[in-house]
């Protein structure tokens, strides 16, 4: 699908943000575990989503939508994966999540995957298992591990995905024997290990933390539970972006207001540039101002690359991003998609290890094709981008925003962008 984007005058609005995928994610696995019924409230829909259900579906839980509330009906141990391929389609926490999961409770599991997603290394994980004796081999499209995986002492680097500590930590407590996590500096993405403890805290698992060190008791059991999961913060960026570019002002509804996701930083982000944010009636609004360089560190929060590099050619002075080497391995390269991208639109990006410059203020040039490259967040990067430009542009791919934000480009509709769609 073709998104055309014709820069318009925007009015204000209030945009009620998706609930989080990183929350979703974490809830429905801890209810799949759980020994009883669990009750999730405005989980997120989305094709990782789905893929995370659908997998869980094999392991032996079932669900139930009634209006915006899931009921899922947990296994315990008692599961019923009859070793059959686990389609994670293109969701990397899917994947990661799941495979120390099913070690710890199969002897043999296989995965597969879409796009990008089994390029995507799995290092950590195979180090790991082999280290214990454990197979971890991939076949073409297929992950196949074969083995049940032992509790006790793991090292893993802090400069790594989250998702493999993340998918540790749901495993390990199934496991007879208590484990330590050995997390070494620079632990990045912290906040989304933060994320994972806050799920299994409200499963009944119990994890101590003491400084980089995760300690996990054996022999646990995931409780029942029932939660609603906030809004994604992720999200609510493109449109904090669009308002300080574009200088409207607008707000994001059905976030928190002392959020706990990494992602919330985009807000100091905006302050930093010139556009601040206040708390009102269960929202953040936003207050745009005159746009001057900044500098952001995205070790802690890397989904927020794309729009933030958006941002920046429209800020005066040169911007300058660090830690965004993981940027790379993404849905797609991140950077080099930005760059190949921005530079249609007549901005300037340049690379350098993990170091990303760009300098503004960039007079954006419509009239061109862009190319969204399978990822979600490219696309809707751009798209809030597309709104400064001087013409009509054209996204090829639109179509990937359906990975996390299905209803995007209605929501982008209702801030006065004009958008036609061409199959």
């Given amino acids: 699908m073709k998104a055309v984007i014709t820069p318009s005058h925007l009015h204000s609005a209030d945009i009620s943000i998706p609930s ?8 429905l696995i801890c209810a799949a575990l759980a020994e009883g019924e669990s009750v999730i409230a405005d989980l ?12 869980l579906r094999q392991l032996g839980a079932s669900f139930e ?33 799941l495979i120390p999961v099913f070690a710890a409770l199969h002897e043999h599991a296989r995965f597969t995957g879409h796009g990008r997603l089994m390029e995507r290394p799995q290092d950590v994980y195979a180090d790991l298992f082999h280290r214990q004796g454990l197979s971890f081999e ?14 006790g002492e793991y090292s893993i680097r802090g400069d790594v995905s989250s998702q493999f500590i993340s998918g540790l930590l749901f495993a390990l407590p199934l496991l007879q024997e208590d484990s330590v996590l050995h997390v070494s500096e620079p632990f990045e993405s912290r906040s989304y ?77 905006l302050k930093q540039a010139g556009c601040a944010s206040v708390w009102e009636d269960n929202g953040w609004k936003f207050l745009p101002g005159k746009l001057k360089a900044f500098t952001a560190d995205l070790a802690d929060c890397p989904d927020l690359g794309p729009v933030l590099f958006a941002l920046a050619t429209q800020c005066e002075g040169t911007s300058v991003f660090t830690h965004c080497e993981r940027l790379r391995i993404k849905e797609s390269d991140r950077i080099a998609c930005m760059q190949e991208e921005l530079a249609k639109l007549g901005c300037a990006m340049e690379s350098t290890g993990d170091t990303v410059t760009i ?35 054209m996204i090829e791919g639109a179509e990937a925003v359906n990975k996390s934000y299905p209803d995007f480009f209605r929501d982008l509709a209702g801030t006065g962008v004009l958008i036609a769609y061409d199959q």
């Fill in 20 to 27: 989080s995928k990183s929350l979703s994610h974490r809830a």
């Fill in 44 to 55: 997120v829909e989305n094709k990782d989503t789905e893929a995370t259900i659908r997998c």
């Fill in 65 to 97: 939508r009634n209006g915006n509330v899931l009921h899922v009906k947990g296994t315990s141990r008692k599961t019923i994966y009859d070793g059959s391929v686990l389609d994670c389609n293109e969701s990397g926490s899917t994947l990661r999540f």
């Fill in 138 to 151: 991939k076949m073409d499209s297929v992950l196949k591990v074969q083995g049940l995986l032992k509790g």
């Fill in 193 to 269: 290990v933060g994320l994972t403890m806050d799920a299994l805290e409200k499963a009944g698992i119990v994890v101590k933390m003491n400084g980089n060190d995760l300690f996990i008791p054996g022999n646990q059991t995931y409780r029942p539970f029932e939660t609603r999961i906030a809004g994604d913060e992720s999200q609510a960026a493109f449109f904090g972006v669009l308002s300080a570019m574009t200088g409207t002002s607008l707000k994001v509804c059905n976030v928190a207001e002392h959020s706990h996701q990494g992602d919330r930083v985009y807000r100091d982000v």
């Fill in 359 to 393: 300098q503004g203020k960039t007079a954006v040039r419509g009239g061109v094709m862009l190319n969204g490259h399978n990822d979600h967040r490219i696309v809707m990067a751009l798209s809030v981008l597309a709104c400064t430009a001087d013409s009509p542009v």
